[in-house]
């Protein structure tokens, strides 16, 4: 049982890891502005959930922060035009992805103007309705900034029957050499609050704990001098990578644990990200949609370093350009940091409202890694797990596919956050194995939700066809009854045949007998419709 709350205590958890921080090289300068770009390719998927659907067509002329692409669900955001300009092309383009894959695109040809189109603030946000409140944050287009992407509306819409207790504003930004939260923090920790403002009015939670490492503690002293009267703790805690992940955060400032394959709203529980919180009050209070975030450019390969406001849709190219790039044949570029991030295979790619770190290192700063030698069960990995797995199983059972043993295990709780990658003496690409075990789960998940589809679908067909042909059975032993009736009948109303009363009483027989045929079948039971069919 957890120990009462006290305020300002945290916890510890367990595992993690200190690798070099790597951070003050991008915090030397006030955030940057890049510039608008000749053309903005904008991939209809920004967040976890169902890809945008594009609401304009080629050689329509957008405004500033117009929808171009309407939300396709529930779980799904809306996408905005960054600029004014000219819509070019809806087509397949190269996204930011670990495979190098691409998806559909929107490409706008920028006019130079940067024109807005019409901006919806809410004058007084305590006076709407709450729906609608939230519905106006998800027609912002905002997903959350620090980490996959979840589409901030669905989190402020908890179940009824699970009251939301805590707010957790997560400061943390544990990832080494990225900045872009702290320098938010440093010039905007006003405007920050006031999207804090607007989720505690949305929640109504009795706490309200910012969380951030004691590695900055002028972000920490930002934001308390930004306060005046709000109730919000800001909390500092030691220093430990990765503290930033959401169930490490909420284990660190409650005690609790959220357990396996449950949610934070299980404990009463919201997280919402720094960057999050600004894309709020932009929304909510300016009327300005989600077209833009802070990205940290950093990495030795960059004359200039620092943290960049950049509109969404610009590709990495003109951003690094801008930035004094001079890439090698040796060197990467990734995006995110060294411990979560990837390798883009190439850097004529959009920048998304995930993009939070462009990591240009020299071979000499990010060697490429070793080759990986046999596991030697040292045990390493699973004192540095934060989510207290055993990697080392779940590497065996991702070598052999044994999907029953990863599901045991509670692969998904994973978090992929390198650690065990980091620590092994055998340099195994730990992580690498997992994500690719984490995708075939999916898949097979995928695919038994249609084979079950498939096979409703065909028993359904079944007993339709059974029951229409017992419904034509009974209507020919009907017909037959029908007919032997009449025959009686007329035999009946013959006086003069010799064999007219045998016959008669053969025709009441066989008209009994039809009968109870009749009635064995079913007839009179209507037969299942076309309509109880799954899926049509």
């Known amino acids: 049982m957890n120990a009462p709350h006290k305020k300002g205590q945290t916890w510890d958890i367990h595992g993690g890891i200190h690798p070099p921080e790597n951070k003050t090289q991008s915090l030397g300068k006030p955030i940057m502005q890049a510039a608008v770009p ?50 070019t092309a809806i087509e397949d383009r190269p996204i930011a992805h670990s495979s190098g894959m691409s998806a559909p695109c929107i490409v706008i040809d920028t006019d130079g103007e940067d024109r807005w189109g019409e901006r919806t603030p809410i004058a007084d946000y305590t006076a709407v309705e709450r729906t609608e409140l939230i519905n106006h944050i998800r027609n912002a287009g905002i997903a959350g900034m620090g980490g996959a992407g979840f589409p901030t509306a669905v989190k402020l819409n908890p179940p009824a029957d699970k009251p939301i207790t805590t707010l957790i504003i997560n400061a943390t930004e544990c990832e080494p050499y990225i900045t872009a939260d702290h320098a938010l923090i440093l010039e905007r920790a006003g405007d920050i609050l006031q999207g804090v403002d607007v989720l505690t009015h949305l929640l109504q939670p009795a706490r309200i704990l910012i969380g951030l490492e004691d590695n900055k503690p002028d972000a920490a002293a930002a934001l308390r001098d930004s306060l005046r009267d709000r109730p919000y703790q800001v909390i500092e805690f030691p220093t430990k990578y990765p503290s930033g992940g959401e169930k490490q955060l909420i284990e660190i400032l409650t005690g609790k644990q959220v357990p396996s394959g449950g949610l934070p709203a299980d404990l009463g529980i919201v997280c919402q990200n720094i960057g999050t919180c600004y894309a709020i009050k932009r929304a909510v209070v300016d009327g300005e949609p989600l077209i833009s975030r802070i990205t940290t450019l950093t990495g030795n390969a960059l004359k200039t370093l620092g943290n960049t406001e950049v509109l969404l849709g610009t590709t990495m190219q003109t ?131 249609k084979a079950e589809h498939s096979r409703q679908r065909f028993e359904f067909r079944q007993e339709r066809l059974e029951a229409a ?18 025959a009686a009948q007329k035999e009946a109303s013959t006086p003069d045949g010799d064999n007219s009363a045998a016959t008669a009483k053969q025709a009441e027989i066989e008209a009994a007998v039809a009968r109870a045929k009749a009635k064995k079948v079913g007839i009179g039971q209507p037969a299942h419709s076309d309509d109880n069919e799954v899926g049509n």
Not at 322 to 350: C, E, K
């Open 38 to 87: 000749a053309q903005l390719i904008l991939p209809l998927s920004q967040s976890i959930g169902a890809p945008a659907e594009p609401c304009v067509e080629p050689g329509e002329h957008v405004l500033k922060g117009q929808l171009i692409a309407q939300a396709a669900g529930f779980v799904s955001v809306p996408l905005h035009a960054p600029s004014s300009g000219r819509v």
């Open 319 to 449: 951003l690094l350009e801008a930035h004094g790039w001079q890439p090698t044949p040796q060197s990467r570029l990734i995006m995110g940091g060294p411990m979560m991030g990837f390798t883009v295979h190439s850097a004529n790619v959009p920048i998304v409202k995930t993009t939070n770190c462009l990591l240009a290192p020299t071979a000499e700063e990010l060697p490429p890694p070793h080759l990986a030698q046999a596991c030697i069960r040292c045990g390493m990995c699973a004192e540095a797990c934060p989510a207290s797995l055993l990697p080392q199983q779940l590497y065996w059972y991702s070598r052999a596919r044994e999907y029953e043993q990863l599901e045991a295990h509670n692969i998904a709780d994973c978090i992929e956050c390198g650690a065990c990658s980091y620590v092994c003496p055998s340099n195994i690409p730990l992580v690498q194995y997992y994500r690719a075990s984490k995708a075939e789960l999916r898949e097979r998940a995928e695919e038994h939700i």
């Open 469 to 486: 042909e017992r419904e034509k059975e009974a209507k020919k032993a009907a017909r037959k009854a029908a007919a032997a009736k009449r």
